[in-house]
Nanobody
Framework: QVQLVESGGGLVHAGGSLRLSCAAS????????MGWYRQAPGKQRELVAT???????NYADSMKGRFTISRDGAKNTVYLQMNSLKQEDTAVYLC????????WGQGTQVTVSS
């Protein structure tokens, strides 16, 4: 089993920045990819960014250039640096990990005000 705990969400003004963290614990050896998804009320869950244990990354087009995903293998932690935040970035951000099974964190709220 894998447990994922997110942190770092909060309230920021448009144009501001936040850094989210996701710490994985438990049977993490088999995890080959981790990432961030987000879901706003009335919208479908969408991909934000993913990163493999080898360091390969991918981003949703709307986040590319503003968000950066990174990892610390020694700490079993992934990060999402979010810059130039917009009101439309307001959502619950959820951490995801996959081995032969998918795991989800509980999410952390990001609210961007005008």
């Amino acid at each position: 089993q894998v447990q994922l705990v997110e942190s770092g969400g909060g309230l920021v003004h448009a144009g501001g920045s936040l850094r989210l963290s996701c710490a994985a614990s438990g049977s993490t050896f088999g995890i080959w990819t981790m990432g961030w998804y987000r879901q706003a009320p009335g919208k479908q869950r969408e991909l934000v960014a993913t990163i493999t244990t080898g360091g390969s990354t991918n981003y949703a087009d709307s986040m590319k250039g503003r968000f950066t995903i990174s990892r610390d293998g020694a700490k079993n932690t992934v990060y999402l640096q979010m810059n130039s935040l917009k009101q439309e970035d307001t959502a619950v951000y959820l951490c995801h990990a996959a081995s032969t099974t998918s795991y989800w964190g509980q999410g952390t709220q990001v609210t961007v005000s005008s």
